[in-house]
């Protein structure tokens, strides 16, 4: 099974990471094949710019380092994704973390995520 890690998981992963449990991190890092999505860079990019978000590094090197040193795939953004968004009920309305959602929906992947609201959707959430 495959883990896709909410854009928060990320950012604590680099960060800080004591605030992943470490149940939580041994299964991130035991996970054969673990997932961040173009959604969450996109996020991270919009939270940098309007202020929200400083990084100790450049966003192209963070990403650099999801890959090279924890060796996370990127899980792209496609039409079926963004169709799903559309069946998804209105529990949530941020828009990154619907199309999350809708990505961990459509791959039938598990999400790591500490935001309780993802249990509404049915999704297995790993927290």
């Avoid at 919009?46 to 060796?71: C, H, M, P, R």
């Avoid at 209105?90 to 619907?98: E, L």
């Amino acid at each position: 099974m495959a883990l896709l890690l909410d854009t928060q998981i990320l950012i604590w992963l680099e960060e800080q990471p004591e605030k992943i449990k470490d149940d939580v991190k041994e299964k991130i890092f035991s996970e054969p094949l673990v997932l961040f999505s173009l959604v969450s860079v996109w996020e991270i990019a919009i939270k940098i710019k309007t202020g929200k978000l400083a990084l100790q590094n450049s966003l192209e090197a963070l990403v650099e380092d999801f890959i090279k040193d924890y060796s996370f795939d990127i899980l792209h953004i496609n039409q079926e994704h963004i169709y799903y968004t559309q069946q998804l009920p209105m529990y949530h309305k941020d828009p990154f973390d619907r199309l999350l959602l809708a990505q961990t929906i459509v791959e039938k992947i598990d999400i790591v995520s500490s935001d309780e609201i993802f249990d509404l959707y049915g999704v297995k959430r790993i927290w």
